[in-house]
């Protein structure tokens, strides 16, 4: 595929300031070959992005290589007391979600991409199926030490969920998003995955009310801080371009 390539602003003011000397019927031949070598002289090359489904392959491969690491080094005490069926079912889960949001992500990055999915409704839908298979997988026990054996899993999740938004900003700042709130969210919601993922392996409280709350809560706050960060660098940006005009 040929590589497209596109001006720079110094080149857009050239533009400008040719223009503002042109005729208004026509453009000269002389001034015509000034416009025309100003635009060839700054044009770079822009290398294509790859399809949505190459990228969501791309982005699902990366979580799970950073999550098996984490895994590893965190320990997988709370997955061997698990049944077999609560083990297959909570891994299908969130093999699902991984798939979703690496998906959804590589949708909204790439220019011309149908949006099969709004980003809203994605977690909206994996938070529906995570708290349905908590809620059915897991028993529901007593509430004692509920605050004390749960924080430190919000703190562990959260902690492990920053440095995957990081890589996974990373990894999609090439693309070209439509709504910052939106991707935002949906970084928020991918490296929230990796923490509850995380979570998942190491955690021995694997009870539903635990799990609904903690583990769900790290994927809240994730894509809280996602968006309100998102939000927060677009407003910053127009702020700046507005003093600049």
Same mark, same amino acid.
């Given at each position: 595929?040929?590589?497209?390539?596109? &001006?720079?602003?110094?080149?857009?003011? @050239?533009?400008?300031? !040719?223009?503002?000397?042109? &005729?208004?019927?026509?453009?000269?031949?002389?001034?015509?070959? @000034?416009?025309?070598?100003?635009?060839? +002289?700054?044009?770079?090359?822009?290398? &294509?992005?790859?399809?949505?489904?190459?990228?969501?392959? %791309?982005?699902?491969?990366?979580?799970?290589?950073?999550?098996?690491?984490?895994?590893?080094?965190?320990?997988?005490?709370?997955?061997?007391?698990? %049944?077999?069926?609560?083990? #297959?079912?909570?891994?299908?889960?969130?093999?699902?979600?991984?798939?979703?949001? =690496?998906?959804?992500?590589?949708?909204?990055?790439?220019?011309?991409?149908? %949006?099969? /999915?709004?980003? @809203?409704?994605?977690? +909206?839908?994996?938070?529906?199926?995570? !708290?349905? $298979?908590?809620?059915?997988?897991?028993?529901?026990?007593?509430?004692?030490?509920?605050?004390?054996?749960?924080?430190?899993?919000? !703190?562990?999740?959260?902690?492990?969920?920053?440095?995957?938004?990081?890589?996974?900003?990373? #990894?999609?700042?090439? $693309?070209? &998003?439509? =709504?910052?709130?939106?991707?935002?969210?949906?970084?928020?919601?991918?490296?929230?995955?990796?923490?509850?993922?995380? #979570?998942?392996?190491?955690? /021995?409280?694997?009870?539903?009310?635990?799990? !609904?709350?903690?583990?769900?809560?790290?994927?809240?706050?994730?894509?809280?801080?996602?968006?309100?960060?998102?939000?927060? /660098?677009?407003?910053?940006?127009? $702020? %700046?371009?507005?003093?600049?005009?």
């Amino acid at each position: 595929m040929a590589e497209l390539q596109f &001006p720079d602003a110094k080149t857009d003011e @050239k533009i400008d300031r !040719l223009l503002e000397l042109a &005729p208004a019927a026509e453009l000269s031949p002389d001034l015509h070959r @000034k416009i025309s070598g100003a635009i060839a +002289a700054s044009l770079q090359p822009v290398k &294509p992005m790859p399809s949505a489904g190459v990228l969501a392959g %791309q982005f699902a491969s990366i979580f799970l290589m950073f999550a098996a690491a984490l895994i590893a080094t965190m320990g997988v005490t709370g997955f061997r007391t698990l %049944q077999a069926w609560q083990a #297959l079912g909570i891994v299908a889960i969130l093999a699902v979600g991984v798939s979703l949001f =690496s998906l959804v992500l590589a949708w909204q990055i790439r220019p011309g991409s149908l %949006q099969k /999915i709004p980003a @809203k409704l994605s977690w +909206a839908y994996f938070g529906v199926g995570f !708290l349905t $298979g908590a809620a059915l997988l897991f028993p529901w026990r007593g509430t004692e030490a509920f605050v004390s054996h749960g924080w430190p899993c919000l !703190l562990a999740g959260s902690a492990v969920a920053i440095p995957g938004g990081i890589l996974f900003w990373l #990894l999609t700042r090439r $693309g070209v &998003p439509l =709504s910052a709130g939106a991707f935002g969210g949906t970084l928020g919601a991918i490296a929230g995955l990796l923490g509850l993922t995380v #979570l998942q392996f190491r955690c /021995i409280h694997q009870d539903a009310a635990h799990l !609904l709350v903690w583990h769900g809560g790290v994927l809240v706050l994730s894509i809280t801080a996602g968006v309100l960060v998102a939000l927060a /660098i677009e407003r910053n940006g127009k $702020g %700046q371009r507005s003093k600049l005009g």
